[in-house]
């Protein structure tokens, strides 16, 4: 009997192993993004995981140090889960130029070869083809629930121009077009709506197959309003022929659509109808933002208009990308808790750029100095201070600061649990006494979350929040308060700090 039930554990511990082994990856990301539960992280592949050993910023490429690599970035997969991290956005991982470049290693965004794997991130330690390594990493992601997604650039390299100049569109004087003040790049002649450039064409399906094959889950075109929306409804529709769940992320907003010097400029409306599954909305301009109705009218506005959509979208909670300042540089750590708290309690899929979580301000003290050595034909450390280096071979982002590590891995925590709650629920508006309060609830099943804070990140406010129909013997649960509201019939009254924000939940309550 004691053989018998030995041999049945082993038989079903081999069939648990071969289960496991053979396990195959569904993909899920575009239901999960058009159903706001996706929290992603941006990174940089080049940074990673990058090994700096003497801890002077820069990576010295030796046996001791290392830039970020497809297989180097696998060790640090493990922590992602933790943070509450369900997706990777890889900035571009193509060969990218050395002509014209900007700094040492060259722009991840200055792609030289939309069908080649960038070698910078190649590991020379195995035997494994780059395109192997890659995989890898993909799989290695998706065997800890991890989803990938790789961004697409907009633009070619000066050294993809120089081979083929037929590619790229010209101005009235015969020159290639730089758009806007990205020296290292030209502007690809993408046709119009009517008749868009196969060639061109036929370069982004290179890119797409080269996902297809690395198993990849989504995609974010960087810049999308550059090409015909006919451009785009072919492409996504060719992908999904394949992969009915490849995400298509566009990475523009309502604010900012129009590209200087472009020649076609594809508005966010026409970009979705083309098949791209959602977009940046306005928050890229909540930075800006300088009182708490501008905030809360861009919140009301923008998902009235998804509502309203016959086909379903969605946005990312994109406050802060690699294109802007690290938060606590730019409005110190209070900023960066608020946005964490953003992501968490808005009806949006969740977005952090690595580093932004543990506080890095992304200041090199190498920054814009002579190098001593360079890949490229740039022999100057070029970076855009206080914005994560793309240009050269730089440290891993920091993660030391462990309070806003907390209030990271807090709010996503948060965001799982009620994710229902939030793509349920009904959103609202609520009014405030103070104009730099502001204040919103999404309702469902008889409860509500309430978040309010105070956008100006210099003075205290105090004001009262209404509350239609409430009662002061509700059950109030504080999620993240500093001081407790004073709750009366129809309204609470609450003090914030400079750039505070409070979350709350009040059961058996609903607007």
Same mark, same amino acid.
């Given at each position: 009997m004691k053989k018998t039930a030995a041999l049945l554990i082993g038989l079903l511990l081999f069939s648990m192993n071969t289960a496991f082994a053979d396990r195959v990856w569904v993909n899920d990301l575009r239901t999960r993004f058009l159903n706001n539960s996706a929290i992603i992280m941006e990174v940089n592949p080049r940074t990673f995981n990058a090994h700096d050993v003497d801890?002077?910023?820069?990576?010295?490429?030796?046996?001791?140090?290392?830039?970020?690599?497809?297989?180097?970035?696998?060790?640090?997969l493990d922590a992602m889960p933790t943070y509450g991290i369900n997706t990777l956005l890889l900035m571009p991982v193509n060969q990218i130029g050395k002509i014209k470049a900007l700094g040492t290693a060259g722009s991840l965004y200055a792609v030289s070869d939309f069908s080649k794997l960038n070698p910078q991130l190649v590991s020379d330690k195995t035997a494994m083809s780059d395109i192997e390594?890659?995989?890898?990493?993909?799989?290695?992601?998706?065997?800890?629930?991890?989803?990938?997604?790789?961004?697409?650039?907009?633009?070619?390299?000066y050294d993809l121009y120089m081979k083929r100049p037929e590619l790229f569109a010209k101005d009235k004087n015969g020159q290639a077009i730089v758009p806007d003040s990205w020296t290292d790049v030209r502007l690809f002649n993408a046709?119009?709506?009517?008749?868009?450039?196969?060639?061109?064409?036929?370069?982004?399906?290179?890119?797409?197959?080269?996902?297809l094959e690395l198993e990849v889950d989504g995609i974010r075109a960087s810049v999308p309003?550059?090409?015909?929306?006919?451009?785009?409804?072919?492409?996504?529709?060719?992908?999904?022929?394949?992969?009915?769940?490849?995400?298509?992320?566009?990475?523009?907003?309502?604010?900012?659509?129009?590209?200087?010097?472009?020649?076609?400029?594809?508005? %966010?409306?026409?970009?979705?109808?083309?098949?791209?599954d959602g977009y940046y909305g306005p928050f890229d301009e909540f930075k800006n933002t300088k009182s708490a109705k501008d905030f809360t009218t861009q919140l009301s506005t923008l998902f009235s208009k998804l509502n309203k959509r016959s086909d379903k979208k969605a946005v990312v909670g994109a406050?802060?990308?690699?294109?802007?300042?690290?938060? %606590?540089?730019?409005?110190?750590?209070?900023?960066?808790?608020?946005?964490?708290?953003?992501?968490?309690?808005?009806?949006?899929?969740?977005? %952090?750029?690595?580093?932004?979580?543990?506080?890095?301000?992304?200041?090199?003290?190498?920054?814009?100095?002579?190098?001593?050595?360079?890949?490229?034909?740039?022999?100057?450390?070029f970076v855009n201070r206080g914005k994560i280096d793309i240009f050269n071979y730089s440290r891993r982002p920091s993660t030391g600061n462990q309070l806003l590590m907390s209030e990271y891995v807090m709010s996503n925590q948060f965001k799982r649990y009620f994710t229902t709650h939030m793509n349920a629920g009904t959103f609202h508006?609520?009014?405030?006494?103070?104009?730099?309060?502001?204040?919103?609830?999404?309702?469902?099943?008889?409860?509500?979350?309430?978040?309010?804070?105070?956008?100006?990140?210099?003075?205290?406010?105090?004001?009262e929040v209404k509350l239609p129909k409430f009662n002061s013997d509700?059950?109030?649960?504080?999620?993240?308060?500093?001081?407790?509201?004073?709750?009366?019939?129809?309204k609470m009254t609450i003090n914030l700090n400079p750039g505070e924000i409070q979350i709350m939940i009040i059961n058996d309550y609903e607007l």
């Open positions: 801890g002077d910023g820069l990576i010295k490429k030796s046996e001791t140090e290392e830039s970020g690599t497809f297989l180097n970035g696998i060790s640090r390594q890659a995989k890898k990493f993909v799989r290695e992601a998706h065997d800890r629930n991890i989803r990938v997604m790789v961004d697409l650039p907009a633009c070619g390299a046709g119009t709506e009517e008749a868009y450039n196969k060639d061109v064409y036929a370069l982004y399906q290179g890119f797409v197959d080269l996902m309003s550059t090409k015909p929306a006919s451009f785009w409804k072919d492409l996504i529709t060719y992908s999904r022929k394949y992969d009915a769940q490849m995400l298509w992320l566009a990475q523009v907003s309502d604010a900012n659509t129009n590209v200087a010097n472009s020649p076609v400029n594809t508005p %966010v409306e026409k970009l979705l109808e083309a098949g791209f406050f802060a990308t690699h294109d802007d300042l690290s938060p %606590v540089l730019a409005k110190g750590m209070p900023y960066s808790v608020m946005l964490f708290w953003l992501n968490a309690t808005l009806p949006i899929n969740s977005f %952090v750029l690595d580093g932004n979580q543990g506080g890095d301000n992304f200041v090199y003290a190498w920054g814009n100095k002579k190098a001593t050595e360079s890949e490229t034909d740039d022999m100057q450390y508006v609520l009014k405030t006494t103070h104009p730099d309060i502001f204040a919103y609830a999404t309702s469902y099943n008889r409860s509500t979350i309430i978040a309010m804070g105070n956008i100006n990140f210099s003075s205290y406010a105090r004001g509700k059950v109030t649960i504080p999620v993240k308060i500093t001081e407790p509201p004073l709750l009366d019939n129809g």
